[in-house]
């Protein structure tokens, strides 16, 4: 009887090991799954959320580049701006030299005529201040054409033809006809060496640490 007791005793330590022993095989396969899955969890947040940094590193170097870009076109503009202030200063002073001023007059009306053709002439308009003046120097041109005050005209003549066209030459007109090429040209000198520099500028090749 002691020897059977013995012998099942034996077996059933044997079969509690073998279970003890799958059970342990199981959990560490287990385990190493577990972690398996968690580490590739951790990387795919990890990577998830460099894309979420480099796109926000992008967000903030377009935002910065708008920025600096329409602060650098208010600056342009204010520069131009300036630029031509100056100009339309000088040329609302030009009346006050009246010996070079009827000069200017005297070469923009024969422009004018010139171009209308004098035998064509219907009349001269130019700015109430600038009547007399004209007014002799349509004489001295030899065109026998009333000159009749204008408020909108200044800085230059109006003339018109019996066919019912007309010539205005104006250092106004001539300003704002030119305005848009000036503007360029006048953009050109003021940034010029900014457009230089940032031409010989080399790329960018900051990089952020994690």
Not at 104 to 122: F, K, N, S, W, Y
Request: proline letters at 2%.
């Amino acid at each position: 009887m002691s020897d059977l007791s013995a012998l099942l005793e034996r077996e059933a330590s044997a079969e509690i090991e073998s279970i003890l022993s799958e059970a342990r095989d199981r959990a560490a396969a287990e385990v190493a799954a577990a972690q398996t899955e968690a580490e590739q969890l951790l990387a795919k947040r990890r990577r998830a959320a460099e894309a979420q940094r480099d796109a926000a590193l992008v967000r903030a170097r377009s935002a910065a580049q708008l920025e600096a870009a329409a602060l650098k076109l208010q600056a342009q503009h204010a520069a131009l701006e300036q630029v031509f202030g100056h100009v339309r200063e000088r040329l609302a002073g030009l009346p006050g030299d009246a010996k070079a001023y009827k000069g200017i007059l005297q070469r923009l009306l024969v422009e004018a005529l010139d171009d209308i053709g004098r035998d064509d002439v219907a009349v001269i308009e130019a700015a109430p201040s600038d009547v007399a003046v004209v007014s002799a120097l349509a004489k001295a041109a030899k065109v026998d054409a009333p000159v009749e005050g204008d408020e909108s005209l200044a800085l230059g003549v109006r003339v018109r033809s019996k066919r019912h066209s007309a010539v205005e030459n104006s250092l106004t007109a001539r300003l704002s006809a030119l305005e848009g090429e000036l503007a360029a040209e006048v953009s050109r000198l003021l940034f010029a060496a900014d457009v230089e520099a940032s031409a010989a500028a080399p790329p960018d090749e900051t990089t952020e640490d994690v």
